[in-house]
């Protein structure tokens, strides 16, 4: 029942920026936490960027000072917001989410979106 879905990917030169969204979509009392990966071809999955509870977050080393995450809980949606995007930042963008349900109350559900493509080329 619960669905997340990605958008704000495309193609951008390098040093150039996008913000990506999470929807969340279905019966939601909670998102508890939102982590968002990568992966490239010949890669393995990276994780990015964490927020927990609304207001903390992590970033990987690889990111940090460039990207940052946020969360609308009204909207039910996390954003990633890419800064001076690197032709290494190339990959298939995925967000995971903690989400508290009425069918699992208090318990928390785990939730995968299908991923939004970002491109960084001249």
């Known amino acids: 029942q619960v669905q997340l879905v990605e958008s704000g990917g495309g193609l951008v030169q390098p040093g150039g920026s996008l913000r990506l969204s999470c929807t969340a979509s279905?019966?939601?009392?909670?998102?508890?936490?939102m982590r968002w990966y990568r992966q490239a071809p010949g890669h393995q999955r990276e994780l990015v960027a964490v927020?927990?509870?609304?207001?903390?977050?992590n970033y990987a080393d690889s990111v940090k000072g460039r990207f940052a995450t946020s969360q609308d809980n009204a909207k039910n949606t996390g954003y990633l917001k890419m800064n001076t995007l690197l032709p290494g930042d190339r990959a298939v963008y995925s967000c995971?989410?903690?989400?508290?349900?009425?069918?699992?109350?208090?318990?928390?559900?785990?939730?995968w979106g299908p991923g939004t493509r970002v491109a960084v080329s001249s």
């Open positions: 279905g019966r939601i009392y909670r998102i508890s936490a």
């Open positions: 927020i927990t509870d609304g207001s903390k977050t």
């Open positions: 995971h989410a903690d989400i508290s349900v009425p069918s699992k109350w208090p318990a928390n559900g785990a939730y």
